[in-house]
């Protein structure tokens, strides 16, 4: 859908060290980002990354997904801990 689309964008944006998105100025300090796929799965991703990426090179480890939401704020806390994300 294109929520997803729209974050997995900003997600992209925000661990390529870019500092715009459709114009508007991205804030960040860590440039990591975790999300949360509660619809898509992980070859969904793959395909829409590779997609997105074109040329782009991510800043390795930095962009993160979690797929299963069982125990969800423990592994998000965890997560965060091991390293802070901007979204």
Do not use: M, Y
Request: charged share 30%; glycine share 6%.
């Amino acid at each position: 859908g294109g929520k997803s689309f729209l974050c997995l964008c900003l997600a992209i944006a925000i661990c390529c060290d870019e500092d715009k998105i459709i114009g508007l100025k991205i804030q960040k300090e860590h440039g990591s980002v975790i999300v949360v796929c509660t619809e898509d799965t992980a070859a969904d991703i793959c395909v829409r990354l590779s997609a997105l990426l074109g040329d782009k090179k991510l800043n390795e480890g930095k962009l993160r997904f979690i797929f299963d939401t069982e125990n969800l704020p423990k592994r998000l806390k965890s997560e965060l801990k091991r390293q802070p994300a901007d979204l």
